[in-house]
Each structure stands twice: as structure tokens, then as C-alpha cells.
């Protein structure tokens, strides 16, 4: 059973930086693809980054140079470093492999 938990969330000023973590069992995560999801209030689901099996990444161009997506191989954990936060950025945070997603994680940005 692939079971993922997202952790790191909370409430940040715009400019604060957050790590999220997704810890992850039933699957490897260095042969599969890791993906940030988030949705916003009222908004569809987004995909924010991923991390493919080769170490290649995918950024949407929203948080591009302010966002980065890493994983431990040893500890089976995927990363989100969010730095320069932006209000635009709250949501809630999924990590999501193989259609299946965690309970998220909730990131507020706000003065």
C-alpha cells in the first residue's frame, strides 16, 4: 500500500521560506515520479514541481528560481524548499506518485 505524508506546512510573512516533506512507503521513490500538487480555496488542483527517476525536474513557471524539489533516496522522502513566498502561493500541498496523493499540507502566506 503506497501511503504518502506530507508535513511542513504553517504560516509564513511573504518572503519566508518553508520546507515541505512527504514521507513515503509502498513504493521507491528514486523510480518514481514525485510530484507538488497544490490547490488553493475555490481553484483546481495544480501541479507545482516534480522529480523524475533521473533526477530531472519540472517547474511551473510560477515558482521557478523561488522553489526546489529534492528527495533522500535513504530516508524514501521527497522535498519542497519554498523560498520568497508569495500570498499567491497559499494552498493546500499535495505529494502525489501514481494517482495516489497524501492528506496534504496547508501553507498560508500572509502579513
Known amino acids: 500500500e503506497v501511503q504518502l505524508v506530507e508535513s511542513g506546512g504553517g504560516l509564513v510573512q511573504p518572503g519566508g521560506s518553508l520546507r515541505l516533506s512527504c514521507a513515503v512507503s509502498?513504493?521507491?521513490?528514486?523510480?518514481?515520479?514525485m510530484s507538488w500538487a497544490r490547490q488553493a480555496p475555490g481553484k483546481g488542483l495544480e501541479w507545482v514541481s516534480k522529480i523524475y527517476s533521473d533526477g530531472n525536474t519540472y517547474y511551473i513557471d510560477s515558482v521557478k528560481g523561488r522553489f526546489a524539489i529534492s528527495r533522500d533516496n535513504a530516508k524514501n522522502t521527497v522535498y519542497l524548499q519554498m523560498n520568497s513566498l508569495k500570498p499567491g502561493d497559499t494552498a493546500t500541498y499535495y505529494c502525489?506518485?501514481?494517482?495516489?496523493r497524501g492528506q496534504g499540507t496547508q501553507v498560508t502566506v500572509s502579513s
Open positions: 509502498g513504493v521507491t521513490i528514486s523510480s518514481s515520479v
Open positions: 502525489v506518485t501514481r494517482g495516489i
